[in-house]
DNA sequence: GTTAGCACTTAACATCAAAGAGTGCTAAAA
DNA sequence: TTTTAGCACTCTTTGATGTTAAGTGCTAAC
């Protein structure tokens, strides 16, 4: 907070926070007459004008055209969030819903992200993203290879606690089922903690080597380890109500809805700008502020989830430039930090209290 | 085709044809002059004039109001695609991605019918839906526990040739890795082939009784086999390209895209309506002909994929009521019957020519 | 420093007229 | 009997015009 940046009267900071509030409960430009039945606000429209202009000058408001009240920019909003906006607290249906959701007897990760986001969606009245990310890292800590046939098997993958990926394999040939499991162990042995680039083929070799006899199985297993570990679960976003955009005056407007549902089927442009986001806190880009330049209008708040130290998903709200802030911002604090508990104090729970978790 | 139904001279089911695809080329109600351009109509525009009338009468055109070009009804399109429709034939190109497609190195079906999906939506320029249906009695071929630690397993559960499904089981107390290797194996013996609903508390006390001493891990194993069986894998849709709508002037009418976002988010009734249709053919749902009555303006193409004999999913375009009929219907079916085909080849696949596949 | 007053700007709305497209009907032509 | 030309009629679309209301900027007075 440089004091240039801060440089506000209490009462241009009294203003513009109305103006922004006023905003967002009406959605229309407000003028200085408007302002003037607020209480805290005891001056006439004209020296609220002139604060206006001021602001204005500032850059913390904008005019749509000569003559219509003011619209904060995307300053405003900035300032209104970083400096301005009271907390939010949750009401008693609500703490009790996140408590409902936390509860629930599900530990799978995947689902959690998405049952929160639909939550969060529904709480915010705004559309929700459900994210995981790809895996930048992945790593299996234990392989197991079951049986199938003379000819296939399925290679369980156990890559952390609430997440087990498994791949049919396709082998070549025909094999014993000692030979299989054996091949769960090796692959252990060999490459447990790696990442897919980290399998060399000095390792493959290794791997071949200790399989003896049946080192034919390595190669199309190989394969499918490489693909869960890279390619396979290359990240997902789902969009949770997106029609409930439509109920807010701005995407009224085709073009600009457009650009939203654009948005949302270029997953990957949101994925990106999850993992380049701050893990810490809950991220807030208002209008243009990313990269994405079609969301000039509307206003993005997510927060990762991280299982360990590595963030596993996120969840977050897109909604109009002028939303609910608060709300919306302790909403996806709340949840995404409830999931984050779930799932850590998973660990720690290893002895098990009851048996309704599975 | 009772001769009432298809009671239409040649020359009335000539201008229906000529009206059905004017409008879905240009849009816009077609007149009685703008078909006498076309050389297989040499008629004056009164005499064609007069035909319209009675195709009106009949109930294959409507008129938006006293004096404007015709537009087709709902039986108008019904017949069109029934009747009048000519194969379309894909292109080289067509050929070639769906191939691309299917001769890729996967063999997940979600994944095969999501891709396909995205093709369908790609090549058609139509909104897409893969579609994968609460599976009504999903079985368990076999069952495998894998030990994680004293007090949790995995327990993997091989549902046909290309599902498998994991679950993480908690246990309430610890036990021998030897207790939880046996527990697949017993399980597999009782229980597997069997429904949700067909798991009863007899058969519970039998994998009890022969899992001896270590009874106490069969509770909490048995719940997780239920949600997997049951609730878990819960139907699910996935929208590709919604954006795409927006192209269509018919989705220039916010309360129609309303209609239809809404739709996008009540998966169940998508769910439903998959479940309900003919799965043996190509379903082609015109405007109000199904239950869902938002969807006035839109129709619904979709083909159902199976397995075996039990459908496992569909693939599915929703677009405008005036969509290129010959060109979604062949691409649906085609892909459909591409995965189909792969999925189901596999069992036949067993002994395996290369090691490209996983 | 604050306020009242007033001229000015602009969007939004309603009204109106003219243009255009297409029909239905009648009567004539084939 | 079927087809066609002609014409009056209906309804939408478009553009122009004037009016209203909201809100500003500025100046001068408090």
Redesign the interface.
């Known amino acids: 907070m440089k004091p240039s940046d801060n440089d506000l009267s209490a009462r241009k900071k009294l203003i513009l926070k109305a103006i922004v509030d006023a905003h967002i409960d009406e959605g229309e430009p407000v003028g200085s007459k408007y302002l003037t039945q607020f209480k805290q606000l005891a001056y006439s429209s004209a020296t609220i004008r002139n604060e206006m202009a001021e602001l204005e000058a500032m850059g913390y408001l904008e005019h749509p055209y000569t003559s219509s009240g003011r619209v904060p920019s995307n300053l405003g909003y900035r300032f209104y969030v970083d400096a301005l906006l009271q907390q939010y607290s949750m009401t008693a249906q609500e703490i009790f819903e996140l408590n409902q959701l936390m509860h629930a007897k599900m530990?799978?990760l995947d689902k959690l992200i998405d049952r929160a986001t639909k939550l969060a969606s529904s709480m915010t009245n705004y559309t929700g993203l459900s994210i995981k990310p790809r895996p930048a890292s992945c790593t299996v800590n234990r392989f197991?290879a079951?049986p199938?046939?003379s000819?296939?098997l399925?290679l369980?993958m156990?890559t952390g606690?609430?997440t087990?990926k498994?791949?049919?394999?396709?082998?070549?040939?025909e094999f014993q089922k000692e030979e299989m499991i054996k091949l769960g162990t090796v692959l252990t042995e060999c490459i447990a903690g790696l990442t897919a680039d980290e399998i060399t083929l000095p390792k493959i070799m290794e791997i071949e080597r200790q399989m003896g006899v049946s080192y034919r199985i390595v190669?199309?297993a190989i394969?499918?380890v490489y693909?869960a570990l890279s390619e396979s679960d290359s990240g997902d976003v789902k969009v949770?109500?997106?029609?409930l955009l439509?109920q807010y005056p701005e995407y009224?407007d085709?073009s600009r809805?457009?650009g939203m549902?654009?948005l949302?089927?270029q997953k990957d442009q949101l994925l990106q700008l999850v993992a380049d986001a701050d893990d810490s806190k809950v991220n807030v880009f208002i209008g243009s502020e990313n990269s994405v330049n079609t969301m000039n209008d509307s206003t993005l708040v997510f927060k990762t989830i991280k299982e360990g130290g590595r963030v596993v998903g996120a969840i977050g709200i897109i909604g109009p430039r002028r939303m609910n802030y608060s709300r919306v911002i302790s909403t996806v604090n709340q949840l995404s930090a409830a999931i984050s508990e779930t799932v850590n104090g998973n660990a720690a729970l290893?002895?098990?209290n009851?048996?309704d978790?599975?």
């Open positions: 530990l799978e197991e079951i199938v046939d000819s296939s399925v369980v156990l606690v609430s087990v498994t791949k049919y394999v396709k082998l070549d040939s190669s199309p394969k499918c693909d949770e109500g997106a029609d439509l009224s085709i809805l457009k549902l654009n949302f089927e290893e002895e098990g009851n048996s978790n599975n």
